[in-house]
């Protein structure tokens, strides 16, 4: 014969009984309402990411400035003699790589002017970027003010027309 193991039962506690109502220890609070405490409303949570935002405030980037902005990166990190073919190579490589910089070379430029969102945006259904001066993702980023100066300064970076005026642009985040 074989000894056999002993079982183990699981034992769980039994709930404990739910405590009765009764008339002392349950608050009257028809009859007094100043006896009941008001709770305190709980401070707003904070989301833990910036949610996307779907509409932006600013300029349309032109070719010329990102083209811009590619040439003086190419400049200062490679020895190709412009007007050579890897250096238009390099040049057009570095287009995107240059739209990604250009809010860093304009907040270094122009301190003053908020920049709601680290990249251009890209506006939906077509192949233009945004540089956004707002952005519907939060309340701070949406209620910025812009000066009159900030503005003339950022049009005269990006190489814009002084009567272009800033709009809202449908967008999309890459």
Known sequence: ??????????????PAPAAEASPQNTPDVL???QSVRRRRRPPPLLP???????HAFG????????????????A???????GTEDYDCAVRCMTNHALTK???????????????HALPLLVRESVY??????????????????SRRDL??????????????PRWFSVETL
Not at 1 to 14: F, I, K, N, R, W
Not at 48 to 54: F, L
Not at 76 to 82: E, G, I, L, R, T
Not at 129 to 146: G, T
Request: hydrophobic letters at 30%; one cysteine or more; a negative charge.
């Open 48 to 54: 833990a990411e910036r949610p996307e935002p779907t």
């Open 129 to 146: 970027f945004v540089y956004p001066l707002a952005d519907n993702s939060c309340k701070e980023a949406y209620r910025v003010r812009i």
């Open 102 to 116: 250009l809010p860093a070379h304009i907040h270094a430029k122009i301190p003053t002017l908020p920049t709601p």
């Open 31 to 33: 009859s007094n309402p």
């Open 59 to 74: 300029f349309i980037i032109p070719e010329e400035c990102a083209e811009r902005h590619a040439k003086r990166i190419v």
């Open 1 to 14: 014969m074989t000894p056999v193991e002993p079982s183990v039962e699981q034992t769980t506690p039994e």
């Open 152 to 165: 003339q300064l950022l049009r005269e970076e990006l190489g814009l027309p002084q009567d272009q005026k």
């Open 76 to 82: 200062s990190c490679s020895d190709y003699a412009p």
